[in-house]
């Protein structure tokens, strides 16, 4: 089999689909974040804090759609944290992202460990399946690889489009924008900077959350340690990939994970059992450098990111 | 609220405020052991005992806090500077691969000759893999706290290969693991029949050595020139990129001691697992010693007694071992909020 045949073949698209989901979560919800004026280097950790709070929820008899709420809100407590300690106290944004990043793998490890003390493998549950949309689905190449997947990869797409229409067609989006761009402006309308950037740290680690869930509850049926493995990274690159424009950032994480698919595809070929196979695990993280190199010209960083306002200050 | 700086904090505030942070990452990690079952103040008594309560244990924190001066040392840098080096995982493994090839007989030389040349040669390693980033920053642009986080993956990925391949032991028996150095690479113990190996006194020379670059070199005033406003920086002559390449070098090449250190005279071959993460615990040491270098060496040796100290616990109270990335986060998160109000008053507005 070669890559062509690889590329035209409907199981490789239906995987990079799925592949995809948790970075169109985790990145829109960095987006969020970074287009209100704060980066959030927490992600990483909120990934992991969301794909053990939503499983474990299940875990003890919650239903799966539960289970994404409780990913969910765990992920906002520690984007609250964040915000406290990023907004109104104005602390370095790197240092804090870390830290959380830190707090929220170790006190997910610690509460792993407590709830199922001397468990070698770990449980498994009844994981979201596949849902195929009637007729869609029927489509060739594309019914597979866009309309019969879980229902939690439907909801990120419609995030996209949700968050789009949110942040440039609505009052709270432009808002939310000009928080990123010219906060003193935001103030002078009445408005309160503190709150939007704190409310948007909060509803993107909600997302961040979500797109760890969608590991645990989605593409795996159970929580691994390091199952995460630097994809948060990977997001904050496809952000600025994306020129923190929601639409590129999902056509970056399509890409990216259309890349992906294909690495681990060409591994099983006679060509890649020639190859050491951390090559292939290294390419995902040069592309995205790449990447990054590629898009800094163009990219339209918004004009406050990591710039901490004070109120009152000129 | 509204942050007012306040002119002439007094000394109550300046020691008050970071001793209430660390007493209440006490209290949180106390309550987080009661739940796990355990009583709550014998948990700290345990670490305590368990990293300085005998001269075996001692020694295993000066020998867990070795690596994490030279990482330490290598962030606080690197931030001084504003240069955002989250790579020190990388540079430390690139350090433990050059420390390898070399010293494992394709240099017969004297140790005198032969160590000085394996450290240098790693320094130059380490430096040359944040050079990367640095570059990318200064000519693109390209915000080096994400391409120094990704390098990290692709520079252990790359060590995993040269375990199974070039590196490999052939009498490894099929483990992953690189031959042993020879005895004139290995770096020899500090005081006879104590376990403690001379990778330690270079961590504390190195700190020595950063400390008056920092505060009597050109260098140190420009880096922290820069650090504290590029732009004004720049207005006044000071040539920013090229202090930031200098500081990547000199930060790169410190996190490069620590592979050198743990290769050369704690562990005498190299695995994958030689660093559980001594490059990203750095930051949490630079940062509790408030960049200072030799406040690096003090922090160290209190982030390697928590270690040391939690593991030896985890096994007397069944607490997972965790809790001691529990309390290093808190105590980072809460030491930045004390440090900040310090110097700054909260304000209703």
């Known amino acids: ?314 | 609220m509204r942050l007012e700086p306040i002119p002439n904090p007094t000394l109550t505030r300046r020691l008050g405020l970071p001793a209430l942070a660390l007493l209440t990452t006490v209290i949180a990690a106390s309550l987080l052991a009661m739940i796990a079952g355990a009583q709550p103040f014998s948990v700290l008594g345990l670490i305590i005992q368990g990293a300085f309560g005998s001269k075996f244990a001692a020694l295993e924190t000066l020998n867990r806090a070795t690596p994490l001066i030279f990482t330490g040392l290598a962030v606080a840098v690197a931030f001084r500077a504003q240069l955002w080096n989250i790579g020190a995982e990388a540079q430390l493994y690139v350090g433990a691969v050059v420390t390898v090839v070399l010293g494992t007989g394709a240099l017969a030389w004297p140790a005198f000759a032969l160590l000085p040349t394996i450290a240098i040669a790693a320094m130059l390693a380490g430096a040359v893999v944040l050079l990367v980033p640095t570059f990318l920053k200064t000519r693109f642009g390209v915000d080096e706290v994400v391409t120094t986080l990704l390098l990290n993956f692709v520079v252990l990925l790359w060590v995993s290969m040269l375990l199974e391949g070039a590196l490999k032991d052939p009498m490894g028996l099929g483990w992953p693991k690189s031959a042993r150095l020879i005895g004139e690479a290995r770096l020899p113990r500090m005081v006879d029949g104590l376990r403690l190996h001379w990778g330690f006194g270079l961590a504390l020379i190195s700190a020595l050595v950063v400390w008056v670059i920092q505060r009597r070199t050109t260098l140190g005033y420009e880096m922290r020139a820069v650090g504290l406003n590029k732009d004004a920086a720049a207005f006044a002559g000071i040539p920013v990129n090229v202090v930031l390449i200098k500081t990547a070098l000199l930060s790169g090449g410190l996190a490069a001691l620590a592979g050198f250190s743990e290769v050369a005279g704690l562990k005498g071959s190299l695995t994958l697992d030689i660093s559980p993460g001594f490059g990203y615990t750095g930051i949490i040491v630079a940062m509790l010693a408030l960049l200072n270098p030799l406040g690096v060496v003090v922090a160290a040796l209190f982030v390697a007694g928590i270690f040391v100290g939690a593991d030896s616990m985890s096994r007397a109270a069944g607490v997972p071992t965790y809790l001691a990335d529990i309390m290093l986060a808190m105590a980072l998160l809460m030491m930045v909020l004390a440090i900040m109000l310090t110097k700054f008053k909260v304000r209703r507005s």
Request: aromatic residues 10%; proline residues 6%; hydrophobic residues 55%.
């Open chain 1, 1 to 314: 089999m070669d890559i062509f045949d690889i590329l035209i073949s409907a199981s490789f698209w239906t995987a990079a689909i799925r592949i995809a989901s948790p970075l169109i979560f985790a990145a829109l919800g960095e987006l969020i974040c970074e287009r209100a004026g704060v980066l959030n280097l927490g992600i990483e950790g909120i990934m992991v804090v969301g794909a053990f709070a939503g499983w474990m929820a299940v875990y003890l008899g919650g239903g799966l759609w539960f289970g994404v709420a409780v990913a969910m809100v765990s992920g906002m407590l520690f984007g609250l944290l964040h915000g406290i300690l990023t907004v109104p106290f104005g602390l370095s944004q790197h240092v804090v992202g870390l830290g959380i990043t830190l707090l929220a793998t170790s006190l997910t490890y610690y509460s792993y460990r407590l709830a199922l003390p001397e468990v070698t493998s770990p449980p498994k549950i009844e994981a979201f399946q596949p849902y195929e949309i009637p007729i869609l689905s029927d489509i060739p190449l594309i019914g597979p690889a866009l309309f019969s997947q879980t229902p939690l990869t439907y909801l990120a797409f419609i995030l996209v489009i949700l968050v789009t229409l949110i942040l440039y067609r609505t009052p709270l989006g432009l808002a939310l924008r000009a928080a990123g761009e010219n906060p003193a402006a935001v103030e002078a309308q009445g408005l309160s900077v503190t709150a939007i950037r704190v409310g948007a740290v909060m509803v993107g680690s909600g997302l961040m959350a979500v797109g760890g869930a969608f590991l645990t509850m989605s593409a795996f049926n159970s929580f691994f340690f390091e199952m995460v493995n630097g994809r948060g990274w990977i997001c904050i690159a496809l952000v600025v990939f994306g020129s923190w424009k929601p639409g590129k950032t999902l056509l970056g994480a399509i890409l990216f994970a259309a890349f992906d698919a294909l690495q681990i595809r060409v591994q099983q070929t006679p060509l890649g059992a020639d190859i050491p196979y951390q090559i292939f695990l290294m390419a995902p993280y040069i592309l995205s450098i790449l990447a990054l190199v590629l898009m800094s010209r163009r990219a339209q960083v918004p004009a406050a990111l990591m710039v901490p306002f004070n109120k009152g200050e000129r």
